[in-house]
């Protein structure tokens, strides 16, 4: 009733099915907890499951035309490499269902991801509801954060997962070997959909946490590529500038032509590097006037 957004009010009548119902204390209870409203002694109890099953088996097998939806009784969560959680199935999702992600490298060269599924409400991970692995293999050799790797995820009315992946640069498809551990029982998902919503202000502290930490990764690799790209700038023009001076020394008989395309060369390396260091002073020079005004 909390995931249809319905309250007792709303309720016209209820159905008893199942053995348990002729029990009058289930019955007394029931009546407590939807006052007012009507059982409905239209269905058999005890066959209602049996029929059931023969309607959906006769739906199956093409006897009888009826329209009925599978839904996810919980919801399948996917960790990638850097902990971030992502809902592939919301729980009550009509199956079958498909949904793409694009994942990229965190580190250069890496050929493989490892990706953890959880099921369950929670927000963060535990071992207590993992429910399976699986690998992506045969990522090119590449910079990191350059490879598209687009990873396609369909679910059957069965409820079972597939997991494709291919390289959106090479159109490749890639290898995936998954590992499954055992499915939980009915018991253990209604026990975490109580903790789940117990722990929704803890898990949204570790999910800031996570996204905090990611940042400062992020921001950690892009500035060490570009002081790696800077110093290996530097090196370029300085090495540029020995060699002008040595060609300067050895070759005594050059023109004036030979000394301007030899400064135009040194320039090309050169003046990138004191653009952006001219740039850099002018934005510097900005936040302080800023900063004073304030």
Sequence with gaps: MIDARLDKADVDEVLLVGGSTHILRVQHLLQDIFSGSKFGRSINPDEAAACGAALLASSMIGKQSLVMQEVAPFSVKLAAPNGVLTTLIERNMIIPSKKTLVYTTSIDNQQSMAFWMYEGEQSVTNEENL??????????????????????????????????????????????????????????????MNEAEELKLENTKQRSKMAAREELKSYIFTMQSKLEDELRQRSRALEMCETALKWMDLVQEATEKDYEH?????????????????????????RMTKGQNE
């Excluded at 995936?176 to 998902?189: C, F, K, M, N, P």
């Excluded at 135009?264 to 020079?285: D, G, L």
């Design 262 to 286: 030899m400064r135009t060369k040194v320039e090309s390396v050169c003046s990138p590097i004191m653009a952006a260091k001219q740039h850099s002073s002018q934005a510097q020079r900005s």
């Design 131 to 192: 429910v399976g692995k699986f690998s992506v293999l045969g990522i090119p050799p590449s910079p990191r954060q350059i490879p598209q790797i687009e990873v396609t995820f369909a679910t059957d009315r069965n409820g079972i997962l597939n997991v494709s992946a291919v390289d959106v640069l090479s159109g490749q498809q890639m290898k995936v070997y998954a590992w499954y551990t055992a499915r939980l029982s009915e018991g253990q998902i209604e026990q975490m």
